[in-house]
């Protein structure tokens, strides 16, 4: 009899004190890591749009104006472009996880080839991108500029890969 009248009261205590359980707090600790993750993006790319912009000055022997202006350009390419490499890359991760998973052959090209003609697309987009962006820069500069021009965006991209492997390296 004890053990009914347990089994029958206890739930009915239990389940009213759930109700009552405080809602989750706001994580402070958490806001202010992604603050400053935040701040120290914005510190990086401002430091990195001030490279280009002495780059850019020095290289193709333009003014300063100029060089900020090719150096503003370069960063909404970047910030444009950003979104298109997140997805890319979880499209990427997307069809690694379908090929390594179980199911035939079959099933998986069925679930991978919209996916593949998805990535078709986030590339060309990509390539239509950075063609609009070599155009614009390249439409203000004497044909010696854009040579220089070329192979600085290639240096820059080269250097900035080693330096983000070179940190990779140190974690």
Known sequence: MFRVALFLILPAVILPAQGRMRPERPR?????????????????????????????????????DKARAISDRWAQF????????????????????ILMG???????????????????????????ARQIFETDIRSALTPAQQGRFIILIEEFQRSMQEAIAEQKNEK
Not at 116 to 126: A, G, P, S
């Open 28 to 64: 402070p600790q958490l806001e202010r890591r992604e603050a400053r993750r935040d701040l120290k993006r914005d510190m990086i790319m401002t430091r990195i749009h001030q490279m280009r912009m002495n780059r850019i000055q020095n290289a193709l022997g333009v003014s300063s």
């Open 102 to 128: 179980p199911g035939s052959e079959d099933e998986k090209n069925a679930k991978l080839r919209p996916m593949i003609d998805q990535l078709t697309v986030h590339q060309k987009q990509q390539q239509d």
């Open 78 to 97: 970047d910030q444009d472009s950003m979104a298109r490499r997140q997805d890319t890359r979880k499209l990427r991760e997307q069809v690694n996880s």
